[in-house]
């Protein structure tokens, strides 16, 4: 049976900006392309204002009395809007906050293995929350929690920061930890080392580790060339010295495979002189009886 079709019925997000017709106020604030005022006028005055110019008349503050409007180009202006706000993500950083559970009565090995998932977090430069999780008497015991949520913290001193000290929250107590600013400034450095790779006219790392050597990119392949020259001649001398060994063992090959074939044609006679012997008996067994 088909699945249904899930129809978003929401209806799709529309541009509320009101501009040119769309603006029905009698009278509006008028500021020039310039971004001078010009003053109250008639809407549509204004309007025809901005045809005069190939713009568009363009309400930018509704609340006032009367409504403000701009003249531009408005297909531009949210143009220009939308690349700020591109470039306004690329460079803003995400923060992820990932949480990491504990009991009071931990052991040591799963102690160590939880702190390892913290660093190997934190060192991605993202948050960790660090939750206890009491169960039945053991919440008549919250500073067995604190202690090894401080625990944690100081060990962790050079990675992580702690940005929210143990706080009880019911039958849990949480602490928030963070990146440091050495481990933020590791990370900064490495994605700069890392757009920096390569020179700056586009040589491949071959090239640029010739380059920084001192020799051309051709130099830097010539030991290569010099080596397969040099095995060159020693792989024909070794070629030179196995031809009679080859022959040899051609020979070998040839006498064998000879043997064969006679001992073969041997094996097929000996049926024919059986029956002829077995034949020639009968014969001289009666001249003998007569």
């Given at each position: ?88 993500r690329k460079h803003q950083q ?97 994605r700069a080392g890392a757009d ?95």
């Amino acid at each position: 049976m088909p699945v249904p079709r899930r129809f978003d019925r929401r209806p799709p997000e529309r541009d509320l900006t009101r501009i040119n017709e769309r603006i029905r106020v009698p009278e509006v604030r008028l500021i020039d392309e310039e971004g001078q005022q010009v003053g109250i006028l008639k809407t549509p005055d204004a309007l025809r204002y901005a045809q005069e110019r190939d713009l568009d008349l363009v309400e930018v503050a509704a609340d006032a009395r009367p409504p403000v409007c701009r003249v531009l180009d408005y297909s531009k202006y949210k143009y220009e809007q939308a690349q700020k706000q591109k470039a306004a993500r690329k460079h803003q950083q995400q923060i992820t906050i990932r949480e990491i559970k504990f009991r009071p009565k931990i052991a040591q090995n799963d102690y160590d293995t939880k702190k390892g998932h913290v660093t190997r977090f934190l060192k991605h430069k993202d948050k960790v929350k660090i939750t206890i999780m009491f169960r039945g008497r053991e919440v008549t015991h919250p500073e067995r929690g604190q202690m090894l949520l401080e625990r944690l913290a100081e060990e962790l001193a050079e990675l992580a920061v702690v940005e929210q000290r143990p706080i009880q929250d019911g039958r849990n107590m949480t602490m928030m930890l963070g990146p440091s600013r050495a481990v933020l400034a590791e990370g900064a450095e490495s994605r700069a080392g890392a757009d920096g790779k390569g020179s700056a006219d586009g040589r491949t790392t071959a090239d640029g580790k010739a380059a920084a050597d001192g020799r051309t990119p051709t130099a830097a392949r010539a030991p290569a060339a010099a080596r397969a020259a040099r095995a060159a001649p020693v792989a024909d001398s070794r070629a030179a010295d196995a031809r009679p060994a080859q022959a040899a063992a051609r020979a070998a090959d040839e006498r064998a495979a000879d043997e064969r074939a006679a001992d073969e044609r041997a094996a097929d006679a000996r049926p024919v002189a059986a029956r002829r012997a077995a034949a020639r008996r009968p014969a001289a067994k009666r001249a003998a009886a007569r």
